[in-house]
Each structure stands twice: as C-alpha cells, then as structure tokens.
C-alpha cells in the first residue's frame, strides 16, 4: 500500500505557475502509474494527469493539455505536476493517487490535496 502527500498548492493569479509534489511512501511506488486528480467546488473530482511507471508515457486532460506537465522521480518517491498558465477555472483541491494507466482509475485512498486557488 503507498500513502500519498501532497503539496506545492496555494494562492496565485491568474497567468502564473505552480509545482505540485505528491511524495509516496512504500517501496512500490515505482511500480505503479500515478495520476493527479482534482476537485472544484461543487463539482466532482476530476482527471488531470496521469504517467506511467517509468515516466515514458503521458496523458492529460483537454483542459489542461499544453499548460501542465506531469513527471516522477522514482528514486525519490515523488510525483510532480508543474501547472503554467493557471486559469481561475484551475482552482481546486488537487490529489495524487495510483493509477491503472489504461482506464484512468484511481486504485488507492486519497490523501489531504493541496489546494490551488488562482484569482482573475
């Protein structure tokens, strides 16, 4: 079982940038794809991002594609979600978790997020 925290999240304006962290315990991080979720308020959560094992492969949703960037250091244990060019329609509670990389599911708990709130 890997246990997810994140964190990076806060208070930014529209058109700037954040970097998300969401470190893993448990000696099979390594061995799972890992996803970013999120959840706006009053909405339910939703797919951001997700990479596979190794880092070679990525998808994104079309919300996001060409201003956020996933990655993972494996010998670190940590997932990475660099966000650019946030938009207000960006600001959410931001999660981690593992992934079955092939439908996009979720496979573990979720974890506190780290809230991102970007003004107008």
């Known amino acids: 079982q890997v246990q997810l925290v994140e964190s990076g999240g806060g208070l930014v304006q529209a058109g700037g940038s954040l970097r998300l962290s969401c470190a893993a315990s448990?000696?099979?991080?390594?061995?799972?794809?890992m996803g970013w979720f999120r959840r706006a308020p009053g909405k339910e959560r939703e797919f951001v991002a997700r990479?596979?094992?190794?880092?070679?492969?990525?998808r994104y949703a079309d919300s996001v594609k060409g201003r956020f960037t996933i990655s993972r250091d494996n010998a670190k244990n940590t997932v990475y979600l660099q966000m650019n060019n946030l938009k207000p329609e960006d600001t959410a509670v931001y999660y981690c978790n593992a992934v079955n990389y092939g439908m996009g599911n979720s496979l573990g708990d979720w974890g506190q997020g780290t809230q991102v709130t970007v003004s107008s």
């Open positions: 990479i596979n094992w190794n880092g070679g492969s990525t």
């Open positions: 448990g000696r099979t991080f390594s061995s799972y794809a």
